[in-house]
């Protein structure tokens, strides 16, 4: 006999078809989760760590030997890297040391052998694995990954046939991969520094596509990477006082120049710097140079002295010339410059009125 239907408590409310829905729509969503398991929490990783730290530059054929192959990686934000891995899937596969970057850094990982310099805004990385051939002139690709193993970024070069694909989490678009153009001792890069969408077409031979040949390395792909030239740097004696001149044939992005002073014979790290102050370019951002000259004055035994020129960057970070001994005549270093902005140099100096305090008075020959 059919029992009569039992009322509802009060509080209770019969089932709807739209909480049926409401119910299936969660079971569809758990079962995915548990059919894609760590795969799917994986992607969600990737998304995250795909936009803190890009690979910007990739020099994979050397023009001396493949130990001079390099990865440069840049920072869009601030990233501990500690764990990550760099590899091309293949025969590299070399562990980041406990290191983190800020934003704007670069980290430039050596497939030669080395020791590893800290130092920011560009960390320089040395794998010691190099065993000849790390990277396949005829088409590689390298990838990045972090600490959990999750696919931060990934390149491929080329069409040989060690291309890998990229690993779950990351993708590649488009044909074909870009190359050096069969210029030995040039790279790829980025065509617009640290801009990385996981396409072929963001990408291109150095020299190319707004960047500057034959490779930025530690720099921004779109900035000529030797903001200066310094045609020459002497140290000669005075009296009891030293003159110091340097003459440059580029100032892209140079700000300015201190000078520091040791004994012959200290390590470089022990020298102090001449005078309390930034001697500012004469010409800076432009491609044209300039001759300085400066007098460090009252040196109680200018014999045995050895000066460096620090050259202060517009981004900050510095580079370094010399050491010179007071007496040599003159010094020369040169680095690489398109020949097209080798300009003549202009006829000014810059000459301190006393020791420490520079006032820029320009005097003549």
Request: aromatic share 8%.
């Amino acid at each position: 006999m059919l029992k009569k239907q039992e009322a509802l408590p009060k509080d209770s409310k019969p089932l709807t078809h739209t909480s049926n829905r409401r119910w299936s729509h969660l079971l569809i969503a758990v079962t995915l989760c548990l059919l894609l398991g760590t795969g799917f929490l994986r992607a969600l990783r990737t998304s995250a760590a795909s936009s803190t730290v890009v690979i910007n530059e990739v020099l994979y054929d050397r023009s001396s030997s493949n130990g001079g192959e390099f990865v440069e990686l840049y920072a869009l934000t601030d990233t501990t890297v500690t764990g990550w891995q760099l590899t091309d899937q293949d025969v590299l596969t070399y562990t980041f040391p406990a290191l983190t970057v800020a934003a704007g850094e670069y980290i430039v990982v050596h497939i030669a052998s080395g020791s590893n310099d800290l130092t920011g805004p560009v960390y320089h990385l040395y794998t010691n694995k190099y065993t000849g051939g790390v990277f396949n002139n005829p088409g590689d690709d390298t990838t990045l990954l972090d600490s959990t193993g999750t696919c931060v970024d990934y390149v491929a070069y080329e069409n040989g046939a060690a291309i890998d694909p990229p690993p779950t989490g990351c993708t590649w678009t488009g044909s074909p991969n870009p190359t050096n153009g069969n210029h030995t001792g040039t790279s790829i890069a980025l065509c617009a520094n640290g801009t990385d969408t996981d396409a072929t077409t963001d990408w291109g031979e150095s020299g190319t596509c707004g960047t500057y040949a034959p490779d930025t390395e530690g720099f921004d792909n779109n900035q000529d990477p030797t903001p200066v030239l310094l045609r020459s740097f002497r140290a000669a004696r005075q009296g009891d006082s030293v003159e110091v001149r340097w003459t440059t044939t580029s100032e892209a992005q140079t700000l300015g120049f201190r000078l520091w002073r040791g004994p012959a014979g200290v390590n470089v790290e022990a020298f102090a710097p001449v005078g309390d102050g930034l001697i500012p370019a004469h010409t800076p951002g432009s491609p044209a140079g300039s001759t300085y000259r400066f007098v460090d004055m009252g040196v109680p035994s200018p014999a045995g002295l050895q000066y460096r020129l620090e050259e202060l960057l517009l981004d900050g970070s510095s580079l370094w010339y010399g050491p010179v001994e007071a007496g040599v005549l003159s010094r020369r270093y040169g680095v690489f410059l398109p020949m097209g902005m080798r300009q003549s140099v202009a006829r000014t100096r810059l000459v301190p009125d006393k020791i420490g305090t520079v006032t820029g008075r320009d005097v003549p020959d």
